[in-house]
């Protein structure tokens, strides 16, 4: 059965600072991987979805990489921002399924 | 495009009560899915389905029925609402390796 990780849980850092979320995975038989961000009382917003034959997707100040080997996979934040501050999560998807597992994700505060 | 649209987006029943959730897509999506978000459990799969006529239990399947009549539409049915069901409940709609696109949620309250 497939278990997602996400640490840390929280993470508060000053503005400016470039941050690193972490997500591992025990199955790697996955399709994909995906990020999303989460504000408070809203819905999920995909952030980068990188597919299993990539290693890493960029979005503007957002880095996402794979290590489908090592069950790994990070989030790298550029520059953070107060605008930032917001629960990230990791999902998997595993090969042959439309399904997608959770993390149970990383909530950041990023402070003037 | 409109994407994944649930209504309603509050709700609070009282225990016993019935009520469905609606969801629509307009993407033209095969995959639609129900989780639900409680804190410290992450998302859950409920109930999902490949297309039209076809739909599977997930994880945490007990007390919700579903159907799928039409592409578009992935409805969630509460039949008699107990407290443990009060959760905030997300559709979702995917098709191939596109990723998964979520409702806005509903945020359920079962007194």
């Known amino acids: 059965k497939q278990e997602v990780t996400q640490i840390p849980a929280a993470l508060s850092v000053p503005e400016g600072e470039n941050l690193v979320l972490n997500c591992s995975f025990t199955d790697s038989a996955i399709y994909n991987l995906q990020w999303f961000r989460q504000d408070p009382g809203k819905g999920l917003t995909s952030l980068l979805l990188i597919q299993s034959s990539q290693r890493e997707q960029t979005s503007g100040r957002l880095n996402a990489s794979l290590d489908k080997s090592s069950g790994r996979s990070t989030l790298y934040i550029a520059a953070s921002q107060p605008g930032d501050s917001a629960t990230y999560l990791c999902a998997v998807m595993n090969t042959g399924f439309q399904k997608l597992v959770f993390g149970t994700g990383t909530r950041l505060l990023v402070s003037p | 495009n409109a994407g994944v649209t649930q209504t309603p987006k509050f709700q609070v029943l009282k225990t016993g009560q019935s009520m469905t959730l609606q969801c629509a897509q307009d993407m033209n999506h095969e995959y639609m899915s129900w989780y639900r978000q409680d804190p410290g459990m992450g998302l859950r799969l409920i109930h999902y389905s490949v297309g039209a006529g076809i739909t599977d239990q997930g994880e945490v399947p007990n007390g919700y029925n579903v159907s799928r009549s039409t592409t578009e539409d992935f409805p969630l049915r509460l039949l008699s609402a107990a407290p443990s069901q009060t959760s905030v409940y997300f559709c979702?709609?995917?098709?191939?390796?596109?990723?998964?696109?979520f409702g806005q949620g509903t945020r359920l309250t079962v007194v």
């Open positions: 979702a709609s995917s098709f191939g390796d596109r990723g998964v696109f």
